[in-house]
């Protein structure tokens, strides 16, 4: 069982930024894919990114698209996510993802492990 615990939520003015953290309990696999969610007030919860750590490749929802930046240290088994000119749509609780299969895909069913959500609220 990999247990992933989230960080970094707060509150910040639009256009400001937040780096998200998400440490997982134990050493994942090089082969699994790491992902961000959000979930908004009365809305379904929605892919945010995603990044193999096998090979770095990185997927992103085009609301977010050359605003957020995935990566990983598998050093110290993390996954970031840098939020760049923040929008008062992106407040929401974001959620960290783990899947052993390394493919990329955005449906959350497809994740196998989650972390219990952090906070993030952009003010306008």
């Known amino acids: 069982q990999v247990q992933l615990v989230e960080s970094g939520g707060g509150l910040v003015q639009a256009g400001g930024s937040l780096r998200l953290s998400c440490v997982a309990s134990r050493r994942t696999f090089s082969s699994y894919l790491m992902g961000w969610f959000r979930q908004a007030p009365g809305k379904e919860r929605e892919f945010v990114s995603a990044?193999?750590?096998?090979?770095?490749?990185?997927d992103y929802a085009d609301s977010v698209k050359g605003r957020f930046t995935i990566s990983t240290d598998n050093a110290v088994n993390t996954v970031y996510l840098q939020m760049d000119s923040l929008k008062s749509d992106d407040t929401a609780v974001y959620y960290c993802?783990?899947?052993?299969?390394?493919?990329?895909?955005?449906?959350?069913?497809?994740?196998?492990?989650w972390g219990q959500g952090t906070q993030v609220t952009v003010s306008s």
């Open positions: 993802a783990a899947r052993r299969l390394g493919s990329m895909t955005r449906l959350i069913d497809e994740y196998n492990y």
């Open positions: 990044i193999r750590r096998n090979d770095g490749t990185t």
